[in-house]
């Protein structure tokens, strides 16, 4: 009879009290996954069990303050088949976790230890540490007497580590007995074909084997020099393959793709290069280079960008009629100008949008009554709509958002059953109902926001697996949830906020590597947390508060230059200052005010026409001066009210957004003029 079958659990879940939260979602993590049918499992006495990780011992009892370990936990250990530790610096300075670890060693077990770190550092030795000492390099166990060291398996669910995903199938290939690459390949086939039974789409092979049919059959048309056929596979590739790729969020293998296309590029001989083969490179190198994006490399993206830009810029000249090479062309400049503007270079951005514009104009013009052609000249007026409306010029932003509503109903018009025209007039809803907001018209944004919510939720509900449309109804929840907060309507925005951050919960579950669904994450956290303290909710604030925080770091471990997030992190410690301050800690709230407002004083430096950073620039002064009233220090306080006014009346003379009235409000109160 084998192990399993000897243990009433299949693992013991060793954590600290902070990390409550891993441990709930690992112990439905476990409990819940099925391994592959195809998978070969050492076979045991009870083949039921060993098919599955369940069940797992999460809660522990309370402790008596004499006792190392409760009776029931010990009973517990003993009839655990694995230990798995949940390692973060909390964890390391838990006496409960390392009695759980040195008693779990002394049933004979260490073989079956296994660490699941989710924070801290392992053998730093200092506040980062997060092995617990009985797992570390000096570790004692059976009464103080020195062990052989055994080397636990370790999950790094960090982000600069394996990933939340990947760390959860290592664990599980450990306590299975299997290897992780087996398990890994036979779970993404798995998945995939079970994505395939339930969309429908024409994902046609399942994405852990796309890479190996591709290298399979690019090698062949290379040896045979079957272009026509090697071109076809490549066109799927960078057609069919990409969209189902993208709508399930697998931009790991969607970047293996645009590699393997480039190989293939690279083998040809210039005599086989044609401009079908250039404008398919020029494609590859779009999808490689937002694989890249998503993964924090922006300086790699815009090279990929500019090489595919150059590329079009030659196809465009050839043929100055062809509709395709000038979308193309089209096409190259935003990508250009998207990675300016995720960088916060606003002007660079600004430039290469306005150069769309009449590229794709002049494309409609040939066919008015083309959808798509529609739909590019909405796509290339948003984009410039939307850096305008970043740097302030709302008058402007606006008559381009209600010019792109027109373009979009005549789009849905001519072609009714398009899913993606109709969310494109709910981009526009949504666009105008921000703009209509930050004009001060909250009341008439509302319904925007409300229609753009409708048309996402529909949308939504007809492709629950959509990945990409999910992410857009987070978005409308969130906008809408804001809404509702200026409107004083709390409760509301509670839900509404609480549906935007649970959709991106999910989505991080299926990439958990995406920065841009941190980045959205972490925003939908931080104003949860405002909510929650205006509804007296301190507890739920703080744990919202935390999961922003969390979600900025694992954002910035991936991509420190990521502006948006930057910002975002600096906002968050402003409500760190605010939580600081309400439990009557002035000392700490001090420190993170004074650290929130000196690096978005950085970052206003860098981009002084962002207004986003210049929003949180103000808010950051004026919970400052707070602070430093509190803290008995009026002089400074004034001084810092002072500065904050004078940056509201230079940055925001027009402004009639919500957010900043009601600094504005509040400093009218302050006594700024009094020596």
Same mark, same amino acid.
């Given at each position: 009879?084998?192990?399993?079958?000897?243990?009433?659990?299949?693992?013991?879940?060793?954590?600290?009290?902070?990390?409550?939260?891993?441990?709930?979602?690992?112990?439905?993590?476990?409990?819940?996954?099925?391994?592959?049918?195809?998978?070969?499992?050492?076979?045991?006495?009870?083949?039921?069990?060993?098919?599955?990780?369940?069940?797992?011992?999460?809660?522990?009892?309370?402790?008596?303050?004499?006792?190392?370990?409760?009776?029931?936990?010990?009973?517990?250990?003993?009839?655990?088949?694995?230990?798995?530790?949940?390692?973060?610096?909390?964890?390391?300075?838990?006496?409960?976790?390392?009695?759980?670890?040195?008693?779990?060693?002394?049933?004979?077990?260490?073989?079956?230890?296994?660490?699941?770190?989710?924070?801290?550092?392992?053998?730093?030795?200092?506040?980062?540490?997060?092995?617990?000492?009985?797992?570390?390099?000096?570790?004692?166990?059976?009464?103080?007497?020195?062990?052989?060291?055994?080397?636990?398996?370790?999950?790094?669910?960090?982000?600069?580590?394996?990933?939340?995903?990947?760390?959860?199938?290592?664990?599980?290939?450990?306590?299975?007995?299997?290897?992780?690459?087996?398990?890994?390949?036979?779970?993404?086939?798995?998945?995939?074909?079970?994505?395939?039974?339930?969309?429908?789409?024409?994902?046609? /092979?399942?994405?852990?084997? /796309?890479?190996?049919?591709?290298?399979?059959?690019?090698?062949?048309?290379?040896?045979?020099?079957?272009?026509?056929?090697?071109?076809?596979?490549?066109?799927?590739?960078?057609?069919?393959?990409?969209?189902?790729?993208?709508?399930?969020?697998?931009?790991?293998?969607?970047?293996?793709?645009?590699?393997?296309?480039?190989?293939?590029?690279?083998?040809?001989?210039?005599?086989?290069?044609?401009?079908?083969?250039?404008?398919?490179?020029?494609?590859?190198?779009?999808?490689?280079?937002?694989?890249?994006?998503?993964?924090?490399?922006?300086?790699?993206?815009?090279?990929?960008?500019?090489?595919?830009?150059?590329?079009?810029?030659?196809?465009?000249?050839?043929?100055?009629?062809?509709?395709?090479?000038?979308?193309?062309?089209?096409?190259?400049?935003?990508?250009?100008?998207?990675?300016?503007?995720?960088?916060?270079?606003?002007?660079?951005?600004?430039?290469?949008?306005?150069?769309?514009?009449?590229?794709?104009?002049?494309?409609?013009?040939?066919?008015?009554?083309?959808?798509?052609?529609?739909?590019?000249?909405?796509?290339?007026?948003?984009?410039?709509?939307?850096?305008?409306?970043?740097?302030?010029?709302?008058?402007?932003?606006?008559?381009?958002?209600?010019?792109?509503?027109?373009?979009?109903?005549?789009?849905?018009?001519?072609?009714?059953?398009?899913?993606?025209?109709?969310?494109?007039?709910?981009?526009?809803?949504?666009?105008?109902?921000?703009?209509?907001?930050?004009?001060?018209?909250?009341?008439?944004?509302?319904?925007?926001?409300?229609?753009?919510?409708?048309?996402?939720?529909?949308?939504?509900?007809?492709?629950?697996?959509?990945?990409?449309?999910?992410?857009?109804?987070?978005?409308?929840?969130?906008?809408?949830?804001?809404?509702?907060?200026?409107?004083?309507?709390?409760?509301?925005?509670?839900?509404?906020?609480?549906?935007?951050?649970?959709?991106?919960?999910?989505?991080?579950?299926?990439?958990?590597?995406?920065?841009?669904?941190?980045?959205?994450?972490?925003?939908?956290?931080?104003?949860?947390?405002? /909510?929650?303290?205006?509804?007296?909710?301190?507890?739920?604030?703080?744990?919202?508060?935390?999961?922003?925080?969390?979600?900025?770091?694992?954002?910035?471990?991936?991509?420190?230059?990521?502006?948006?997030?930057?910002?975002?992190?600096?906002?968050?410690?402003?409500?760190?200052?605010?939580?600081?301050?309400?439990?009557?800690?002035?000392?700490?709230?001090?420190?993170?005010?004074?650290?929130?407002?000196?690096?978005?004083?950085?970052?206003?430096?860098?981009?002084?026409?962002?207004?986003?950073?210049?929003?949180?620039?103000?808010?950051?002064?004026?919970?400052?001066?707070? /602070?430093?009233?509190?803290?008995?220090?009026?002089?400074?306080?004034?001084?810092?009210?002072?500065?904050?006014?004078?940056?509201?009346?230079?940055?925001?003379?027009?402004?009639?957004?919500?957010?900043?009235?009601?600094?504005?409000?509040?400093?009218?109160?302050?006594?700024?003029?009094?020596?």
């Amino acid at each position: 009879m084998g192990e399993t079958a000897e243990f009433k659990y299949r693992a013991f879940l060793s954590y600290g009290h902070t990390d409550a939260g891993w441990a709930r979602w690992l112990h439905r993590a476990l409990e819940g996954y099925r391994p592959p049918k195809k998978l070969v499992i050492p076979a045991s006495g009870d083949t039921s069990k060993n098919r599955r990780i369940a069940p797992v011992f999460r809660d522990r009892e309370e402790l008596s303050s004499g006792a190392d370990l409760s009776l029931a936990v010990n009973r517990a250990l003993a009839a655990s088949e694995a230990l798995v530790v949940i390692c973060s610096p909390a964890a390391a300075k838990s006496r409960w976790v390392n009695d759980e670890i040195l008693a779990f060693s002394k049933l004979g077990r260490p073989h079956r230890i296994f660490c699941f770190l989710v924070a801290g550092e392992p053998n730093s030795g200092d506040d980062q540490e997060c092995l617990p000492p009985a797992l570390r390099s000096h570790a004692t166990v059976n009464d103080g007497q020195a062990a052989t060291l055994v080397e636990p398996l370790a999950a790094d669910a960090r982000p600069q580590g394996d990933g939340r995903t990947l760390a959860k199938l290592k664990l599980i290939a450990g306590l299975l007995d299997v290897g992780f690459d087996d398990l890994r390949q036979r779970d993404l086939q798995r998945r995939h074909h079970r994505m395939l039974a339930i969309t429908g789409s024409s994902l046609l /092979v399942a994405a852990v084997t /796309v890479t190996l049919a591709i290298t399979t059959v690019l090698a062949m048309a290379k040896a045979e020099r079957s272009r026509a056929q090697a071109e076809d596979l490549v066109s799927f590739m960078l057609g069919e393959l990409r969209e189902s790729l993208n709508e399930i969020g697998r931009l790991d293998v969607y970047m293996e793709v645009g590699n393997k296309a480039m190989e293939y590029f690279s083998s040809l001989a210039d005599e086989e290069v044609n401009d079908n083969t250039l404008n398919q490179r020029a494609k590859a190198l779009r999808q490689i280079g937002t694989a890249r994006i998503d993964h924090g490399d922006t300086e790699a993206a815009l090279e990929s960008y500019h090489e595919a830009l150059e590329i079009s810029q030659r196809l465009a000249g050839r043929d100055p009629q062809n509709p395709e090479w000038q979308l193309g062309l089209a096409n190259g400049h935003f990508y250009v100008g998207w990675v300016h503007w995720r960088r916060g270079e606003l002007a660079a951005a600004q430039a290469e949008f306005e150069q769309v514009l009449p590229i794709v104009d002049q494309v409609a013009a040939q066919d008015p009554d083309n959808p798509d052609y529609l739909a590019e000249q909405s796509y290339a007026r948003t984009n410039l709509g939307r850096v305008l409306e970043i740097q302030g010029e709302f008058e402007h932003a606006l008559a381009i958002y209600l010019e792109i509503a027109g373009i979009n109903q005549r789009a849905v018009q001519l072609a009714p059953s398009d899913e993606e025209l109709q969310l494109e007039v709910g981009y526009a809803h949504n666009n105008i109902g921000k703009l209509l907001q930050a004009m001060g018209e909250i009341d008439n944004a509302t319904q925007h926001f409300q229609q753009d919510l409708l048309i996402k939720q529909a949308i939504s509900e007809a492709n629950p697996n959509h990945n990409l449309i999910r992410a857009a109804l987070a978005r409308s929840y969130y906008f809408y949830g804001l809404n509702q907060y200026w409107r004083g309507k709390l409760e509301e925005a509670k839900e509404l906020l609480a549906l935007a951050l649970k959709t991106v919960e999910d989505l991080l579950l299926v990439e958990g590597g995406s920065t841009e669904w941190m980045n959205h994450g972490a925003a939908y956290s931080l104003e949860l947390a405002n /909510v929650e303290m205006n509804l007296g909710n301190s507890a739920t604030a703080r744990a919202y508060h935390d999961r922003s925080i969390e979600l900025y770091r694992m954002l910035l471990a991936i991509d420190p230059e990521n502006l948006s997030g930057r910002t975002g992190n600096a906002g968050a410690k402003v409500q760190s200052a605010k939580l600081a301050l309400l439990q009557n800690d002035p000392r700490q709230a001090l420190e993170l005010a004074n650290r929130a407002a000196a690096e978005l004083q950085h970052l206003h430096e860098t981009e002084p026409r962002n207004r986003e950073i210049s929003s949180k620039l103000v808010e950051a002064r004026f919970v400052l001066g707070e /602070v430093q009233s509190a803290a008995g220090d009026l002089p400074a306080a004034r001084q810092t009210w002072r500065a904050a006014r004078e940056q509201l009346d230079r940055d925001f003379a027009d402004y009639r957004g919500p957010e900043m009235l009601a600094v504005h409000a509040a400093l009218q109160e302050r006594p700024l003029d009094q020596p």
